[in-house]
């Protein structure tokens, strides 16, 4: 079945500037991140936040790390104390107030427990969808987080989240086997499934994977036949949205962005995989648009003031969804 989604318009479109965005009672949208800085601009609290206030949501951030960091790589990591990413989160969570929430870089085994003592006693604030980008390893190669961290993150954090969006190693380091077949895909999201999170999003940016052929997805004619697929499980199902495969090394910062996105419309209240859905759309068209860019020497950033896509809404679950960089179709 091929069936173009794209005339499906959802409000969420913006028209309206750079304004925050409220709800019928004025309640203001808000998004908390809770990562490292990167000074390069591309990734991290930067990037989450830019990627937040292009979705009109006001943004909020717990800074866990300063890095030295530009486009070549990691050049110096400071970590916070695991105090002050207390006092930082305590303050944003009694005044503020957080409709949705993403963790990004939590560096060490200390600064994570810190941070699932500080939401398991936020009683109010645990009722908040929250979002785990499970950032290891920089685009350049320097680990993120070190070893310790890893079973703290998996047993502490992972069953408090609404949603985790690992790129195909960081899944494999968290279920402790390779994630390179499309069947370890499917096996390593339903384990992290098991162990709690709500919803596994194990993107395929790292996976050069030939399937549509296999699963018989029947992409537009004009279709890129190189794709990435990201695969959603949910609940016993698994959903797909494609995208083609985009030849830039402008793509620092993806996931950030990716796992930004998704906390912003889930603040607002859309529902999962339409949020999904749309972050996929919106992560594509910053790589697409940045593709030029001469922005450092190495992995450049994406451009986060790419217009907000049209949404799909009323994802099926099961389905598989390709976006060409304009409409959403079904291809199952």
Known sequence: MIRVLGAMLNPLVRKDGMRVRTDEM???????????SD?????GIQADLKTMHQFGVYGMSVVTALTAQNTTGVHGVMEASPEFVAAQLQAVIHDLGVDAMKTGMLANEAIIATVADVLSTATATVARPLVI???MVAKGGTKLMDDSAIATLRERLLPMA?????????TGVLVGASVS????VHLAAARLAQWGAGVVVVKGGHLDLDV???EGWRLPAAAHQRVAVDTVY????????????VNSVNTHGTGCTFSAAITALLASGTPVLDAIAQAKAFIYDAIVRARGWDVGHGHGPTDHSTPIPVAMSGVMAGGSYYYDGRNWTRVD
Do not use: M
């Open 26 to 36: 004025g309640h203001v949208f808000r998004a908390l991140t809770i990562a490292g």
């Open 39 to 43: 000074s390069g601009g591309g990734a």
């Open 234 to 245: 949910a609940q016993g199902t698994f959903t797909h949205f494609l995208t083609p495969r």
């Open 162 to 170: 609404a949603l985790i969006t690992p790129n195909a190693p960081e």
């Open 212 to 214: 549509a052929h296999a």
């Open 133 to 135: 980008d499970p950032v």
């Open 181 to 184: 077949s499309w069947d370890s």
